[in-house]
């Protein structure tokens, strides 16, 4: 299964720390699931969810600025 990824792999994906990645977990903001329910950690992140959870996140830049003299 290529398309999941472990914590550390996904904070190096995002280029944030480790415990960044805990949090949004903890928090519900990134989409996750877990292995195995009945034990601490084991969470792993779908590489598919990740990117499209980043789409919905992007910022249009703004098309042209006039600027009126």
Do not use: C
Request: without cysteine; charged residues 30%.
């Amino acid at each position: 299964m290529d398309n999941l990824l472990t914590p550390e792999q996904l904070a190096e994906f995002l280029q944030v720390s480790i415990a960044t990645v805990y949090h949004w977990t903890h928090e519900g903001y990134v989409p996750y699931f877990k292995m195995n329910p009945a034990r601490a950690g084991n969470i792993r992140f779908d590489k598919h969810k990740i990117l499209k959870w980043l789409s919905m996140r992007e910022k249009k830049g703004r098309t042209s600025r006039k600027i009126k003299i």
